[in-house]
T-cell receptor, first 114, second 112 residues
Framework: KQEVTQIPAALSVPEGENLVLNCSFT??????LQWFRQDPGKGLTSLLL?????REQTSGRLNASLDKSSGRSTLYIAASQPGDSATYLC?????????????FGKGTKLSVIP | NAGVTQTPKFQVLKTGQSMTLQCAQD?????MYWYRQDPGMGLRLIYY???????DKGEVPNGYNVSRLNKREFSLRLESAAPSQTSVYFC???????????FGQGTRLTVV
């Protein structure tokens, strides 16, 4: 069974700092990996989708990388801002039975201090 | 752009009551999903519909039923609510399975 782990569970940084969020998964036979942000009491907002054939994907100040062989993905946030404060979730689609299911990590709660 | 719309946003039920959570998407997506989010458990798939006319069980289907009413709408029904079903429920959709998923704002359900 696929398991997704996000470390650290919480992170606090000063405004302007560059930071990296980590995601690891146990089964490297994934199809896609998706990063989301979730604000308190809100839904999930899609940030980036990396297909299994891709190594990285960029959107504005965000850059996500994928290393399937090692079962790892990172989300890099440049020049962090207080508005980036949220919980960031990593999720993977498997490539076998049950592949319609996104398996989620428990998230990293990010606080950017002004 | 509305995206994925869920109703209601909040609901309190008594044990044994029934209710239906509604979900509609306006992105012409083929696949739709219901997840629940619980503290310490993360998000888990309840049911999904790969395309109009099909539904399949996810990881935690017990106590729930679903209906894919048409391409836009996918409802989740609790026939006899239990306190263990207290959770935040999210509906999601994607153009097809395994593609980028878009989520609604959630329904916060409390069963007392």
């Amino acid at each position: 069974k696929q398991e997704v782990t996000q470390i650290p569970a919480a992170l606090s940084v000063p405004e302007g700092e560059n930071l990296v969020l980590n995601c690891s998964f146990t089964d490297s036979a994934i199809y896609n990996l998706q990063w989301f942000r979730q604000d308190p009491g809100k839904g999930l907002t899609s940030l980036l989708l990396i297909q299994s054939s891709q190594r990285e994907q960029t959107s504005g100040r965000l850059n996500a990388s994928l290393d399937k062989s090692s079962g790892r993905s990172t989300l890099y946030i440049a020049a962090s801002q207080p508005g980036d404060s949220a919980t960031y979730l990593c999720a993977v689609y498997g490539s076998g039975a049950g592949s319609y299911q996104l398996t989620f990590g428990k998230g990293t709660k990010l606080s950017v201090i002004p | 752009n509305a995206g994925v719309t869920q109703t209601p946003k909040f609901q309190v039920l008594k044990t044994g009551q029934s209710m239906t959570l509604q979900c509609a998407q306006d992105m012409n997506h083929n696949s739709m999903y219901w997840y629940r989010q619980d503290p310490g458990m993360g998000l888990r798939l309840i049911y999904y519909s790969a395309s109009e006319g099909t539904t399949d069980k996810g990881e935690v289907p017990n106590g729930y039923n679903v209906s894919r009413l048409n391409k836009r709408e996918f409802s989740l029904r609790l026939e006899s609510a239990a306190p263990s079903q207290t959770s935040v429920y999210f509906c999601a959709s994607s153009i097809q399975g395994l593609k980028e998923a878009f989520f609604g704002q959630g329904t916060r359900l409390t069963v007392v």
